[in-house]
Structure formats: C-alpha cells, structure tokens
C-alpha cells in the first residue's frame, strides 16, 4: 500500500462520495484530477526519487499536487508558509530538493531550485503514464522538526507511516462516518492538519473543507454555509471560542443561568427540562453551522475547563496527542464523564506506550513504538542514537502519567523542565495555564532564567493595553498561591506585542527568552 494507492482504494469505495468539499471535488474526479497533474510534473521532468516541495496555504491544489507527486513516485518537501527564503533555500538544498511547487506569492529568485505556479492548469491526462511503483516502506514526505539551519532535525515519513495512520484511525469510528465534512483550516504542511485532513478522510470516505486562512470571520462563514460535523484545532482556537461564547452570553445578562443550566444539563433533562437545556445549547451549536458532532483538539494540552464546556453543549470532545515523528495523533481521548486533566487517553490500534524515568509522582518520559513511528532522521546518527533505543521504542522527550483507568496525562515536556537550584524540578505547562486565566492576560510564556546567581521560574506575561506591572504582579501573587511555594513565579516581564508563536499557535520559549535578554521586554523590578 502507498498513499496513491489509498486514494484509489477509496475512490473505488466511494466514487461518487465528495472529497474536496468546497469546490464540490467528488472522490474519482479527484482520481483523475491527480492524473492531469501528475502529466504536467513529468512534462517538466518530475521522475521517481525527486524531491518536490510544496509551499501553500490550504487550496485545493495542495492535495492534488502530493498525489501527483506520489503517482509519479516522489517524495513531498512540507514547506512553513511562514518562514524566509533564507530558510527554503537551505531546506531545499539538505533535502536535495529542485522544484518547489507553490502560490505565485511565495516565488522568489532562488539559486538552487525551481519554482511552479500550484495554480497553473493542467491538461489532459497522458494515457501512457502509470503510477510509479512505490514500495511502501518508501518516503512519502520530508518535514522539518527544529529549524532549518545548523544540523536540523529532517522527519521522513514512509508510506507505510502515513497509510497506518489512516488505518489507525478507525479507532474514532465511533464519531466520524462517511460522508462526513471535517474542517481544514489547520495547515496541510503541520503534520495534525495532515493527519486529520488527508489520513481521516481517505479512511473514512469523508470529505475535507480546506481553508486557506485563519480569520474568524471566513470561518464562522464556512461554519454557517457547509455545516461541518468535525472540527479540529488546536486548544488556543477552542480557548478563543469559548471566551467569545461566554462574552456574548454576559453581554445579554444570561451566562450565569447558561453556567448552571450547561453545568446539569443531563440531570434536567432526565427530569424533563430538556427544553431548558435545548433553549441554552441551540444558538451555541449554530455558531458551529448546527451539525458539528466532534471537536479535535490537539498542538498542545487542553485546559480542562474548555473541554468541560464543549461537553456540557451536547459535542463530543476528544485530545489527541502526536508528533511529526509519529504522523501527528498516535494517542487519542474518549468522551468521559469524570477525566482527570489533560488526558490524551492512550496509544491508538498497532501502537504501543513505555513510561519510563519515573519520579515519586509517577510522571516519567513517553516512549512510543508501532507502525505510525518514523525510522529516523534524515541523516542525523547522533539524534538518531539519542532518539531510539535497542527495541524500536522512540524518546518523544515529552512528560506523562498514567491513571488507574489506564489513560496518559501529559504533564509538560521534559526539554522544558526547569530544574531549581534545590533539585526541585517545575513544570512550565502547569503554570502558564494558571496565569492565562488571569484577566488581562492574553498569553504567557514561563522558562528557567538566571537572576542574581540563582535559577528561578520566570515569566514574560503578554497582556492587553492598560493593564499596569502593579495589578499585573497582585494578580500573579494571587494565583502563585494556588500551587507550592517553590514553583512561585516572582520574576517576570510584561509585553503588549504578541508573544512568538509557531504555526500551530505555541510559544517558542526560546525565542521568547532571546527577547528577553535582548531587552525588549519591561522588567518588574523587585
């Protein structure tokens, strides 16, 4: 099995069934689409082995243009919309790449390779090219996990990966059918929006509404025109909802009936109150178009609060945790009435967990091996011995414990560990979720820093305009209390720009600390 293959496998299944939703694209014209296309590449020497790049938002041709890749027997470069040309250049040169196929806005003159308009049109299909015969322990992509400069992380991922995946993913059949619309705002070249974009949908027959932008105002339309039934996004984007959602409901005096009214909605409507609960949830869920069923969260950890809300409006929420390494979701949550926080459920079908390293608390580092594991990095033996172990089980570096249910918790990723002068080890996840509650506060970012000869918690707050250092430090004072002494954070910085963030909406710490240093931030002075 390869990824062309796949798609073939489901178009034969469900032909007439639609794939690209928003250009109404069923399932065996997208077939031939990815033909025409794959004729235009090898019109212009794509051959088998080639590695061809792709640099674009979420339009249609994205997806066309990896299939015609694949069809031809190639290998996807995944490009970040948001880097420089410093940075393709040298992506391109360590993967050997010589064609980007891209958005005529990303063209540039570059010294090492060629760029194709994603949107040029193709003609018809060469009766006499047939799919290349790809093995599936071949590379379907190439991603870059840590920069693109020095001696970079580069994530190949095979077709056995990526096609385990989408099997993998039967596991959710519960929630997803076909048929179904999933929303695809989340980028194609981050590995989530991949996974749940292309893996799902081909396994299910489903259809994908891809989204090129990420303004609320073209997603709240999507929502209200196509009527998606899954929704995945990271926390962040959940987060935002929720705090627009119970805005609204304060504006017009009502959230404080909504809140006990969500909180008990299944004792009301046992006791035949149901209208009450429908007359709260309704005009929430046609936010959403009316339809949506499941919500996927996944990038980072969920606050419990928000995946409580979803539940209580009648949604199925559901964490999923992964990295590129693993094709994005290798563990997945379940609905549940009673969860502890942050739980990522456990290891999906032909994938297995080890913790190991454990502390008195029973939080150790995850360890991962199954058939959505990668084989390596491309040409990196030194992270490559540091990453795998004798048995095939793959260092996530990422921090978890276990519960009496058999479900995972993430608990922070162990690089971000802040180690105190006393042996003390503090969790930075922990407590940027405490602080984000504090009104004001749009984002934080906590690290190990030095101040005055000693290692601290430190923090740089990005808050709304008018907020002062001084109600600032009273308001953290205050949520410090909620956790031991030693994990207080007493040391800290205030910004109204915003905070360094990847593509999938997470703080780059480092680059945060690096600002600080430089002196960008207003420091609080003791």
Not at 67 to 93: C, H, S
Not at 183 to 188: H, T, W
Not at 349 to 378: C, P, S
Request: proline content about 5%.
């Amino acid at each position: 099995m390869n990824m062309y293959k796949l798609l073939e496998k489901t178009a034969q299944t469900w032909p007439d069934d639609i794939f690209i939703v928003r250009e109404g694209i069923k399932y065996r014209d997208f077939v031939g689409m990815v033909k025409q296309r794959a004729g235009s590449l090898a019109a212009i020497g794509v051959k088998p082995g080639d590695v061809i790049g792709i640099l674009s938002h979420n339009i249609m041709e994205y997806p066309l243009t990896m299939f015609a890749v694949w069809y031809l027997g190639g290998k996807v470069l995944q490009l970040d919309t948001n880097l420089t040309p410093f940075e393709y250049d040298n992506m391109a040169r360590l993967t050997d790449c010589h064609l980007v196929v891209a958005e005529k806005s990303f063209f540039y003159k570059a010294a090492d390779f060629k760029f194709y308009d994603i949107q040029a049109k193709d003609g018809p299909a060469d009766p006499d090219l047939k799919p290349a015969p790809v093995e599936s322990l071949d590379i379907a992509t190439l991603s870059f996990t840590s920069g693109s400069t020095g001696i970079p992380k580069i994530v190949p991922l095979s077709h056995y990966n990526l096609t385990e995946c989408a099997a993998s993913l039967i596991d959710m059949k519960e929630f997803i059918g076909n048929g179904d619309i999933l929303y695809g705002f989340l980028p194609l070249y981050h590995i989530f929006g991949f996974a749940i974009g292309m893996c799902a949908t081909l396994n299910y027959g489903a259809g994908v509404l891809l989204q090129p932008t990420v303004s609320p105002k073209d997603i709240l339309e999507d929502f209200k025109t196509f009527r998606p039934h899954i929704i995945p996004a990271v926390p962040r984007v959940f987060e935002l909802f929720r705090a627009k959602i119970i805005d609204g409901m304060k504006q017009k005096k009502v959230w404080d009936v909504a809140r006990v009214v969500l909180k008990y909605n299944k004792v009301l409507r046992a006791g035949g109150l149901g209208w009450l609960v429908d007359r709260i949830q309704r005009p929430v869920l046609e936010v959403f178009g009316g339809r949506a069923r499941l919500l996927i969260a996944g990038g980072a950890a969920t606050k419990p609060e928000v995946e409580t809300f979803y539940t209580n409006l009648g949604l199925n929420f559901i964490q999923g945790y992964g990295l590129t390494e693993t094709v994005g979701p290798i563990c997945i949550s379940y609905p549940c009435e009673a969860r502890e926080p942050f739980s990522i459920g456990g290891t999906i079908t032909n994938n297995e967990f080890e913790i190991r390293e454990k502390n008195a608390d029973g939080v150790g580092v995850l360890w991962l091996r199954g058939h959505q594991v990668f084989g390596g990095y491309m040409n990196n033996p030194d992270a490559n011995a540091e990453a795998f172990d004798e048995r095939g089980f793959f260092n996530t570096g990422d921090l978890v414990s276990v519960d009496k249910n058999g479900e995972l918790h993430f608990r922070g990723r162990k690089k971000q560990i802040i180690v105190l002068d006393s042996g003390k080890n503090v969790y930075p996840d922990e407590l940027e979720g405490l602080f984000i509650e504090i009104p004001g506060v749009k984002n934080v970012a906590v690290f190990e820093h030095g101040v005055k000869g000693k290692t601290v918690a430190y923090g740089v707050f990005q808050v709304e305009e008018g907020m002062t250092m001084k109600e600032l430090a009273a308001a953290v004072a205050a949520m410090n209390k909620k956790v031991a002494s030693y994990k207080w954070v007493t040391h800290f910085a205030i910004t109204t720009d915003e905070l360094p963030q990847t593509s999938t909406k997470k703080v780059k710490h480092h680059v945060v600390r690096e600002n600080l240093m430089a002196g960008d931030y207003p420091i609080r002075k003791e």
